[in-house]
């Protein structure tokens, strides 16, 4: 583990910091379509909830089951493409600056959230909308 220097500068990145986060955003995106390969089976066999009865209980637990891999299906793509995304900046030089107002995100919340394209202030404005 090479020595992390602070410096007042949080917010440049250098080479190797841009290859540890681009390699972390593809781990991620490697694990999620795995999952997503595993939720999408379970949907496609329809036999979420194996070997349970036909009464009305057990088919409402089946859709149940079967909206919730499909949310979970979901919810994994949209992070996948977060991710593709962060990735694309980083390719094109233009990982870590608010997608907003175009200020550096920083670093700290970056290396906290590496898939954030909008700065803390700019973020906290779109949730209020
Ligand atoms: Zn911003």
Not at 71 to 82: F, M, P, S
Not at 94 to 102: A, F, I, K, Q
Request: aromatic share 4%; hydrophobic share 35%; net charge negative.
């Amino acid at each position: 583990m090479a020595a992390v220097t602070q410096t007042a500068t949080p917010s440049t990145w250098s080479d190797e910091e841009l290859a540890e986060v681009r390699g972390r955003l593809q781990e991620e995106i490697d694990e999620l379509e795995a999952d997503i390969l595993r939720h999408e089976s379970e949907i496609a066999s329809g036999d979420v909830t194996q070997g349970a009865g036909d009464d009305q209980a057990d088919a409402g637990a089946k859709t149940y089951e079967r909206e919730r891999e499909i949310a979970l299906t979901l919810n994994a793509r949209d992070l996948v493409a977060q991710n593709e995304r962060a990735i694309a900046r980083i390719d094109a030089g233009t990982y870590g600056v608010c997608e907003s107002c175009h200020k550096p995100i920083g670093k700290e919340r970056l290396q906290a959230f590496p898939r954030a394209t909008l700065c803390v202030t700019c973020k906290q404005k779109e949730e209020r909308r």
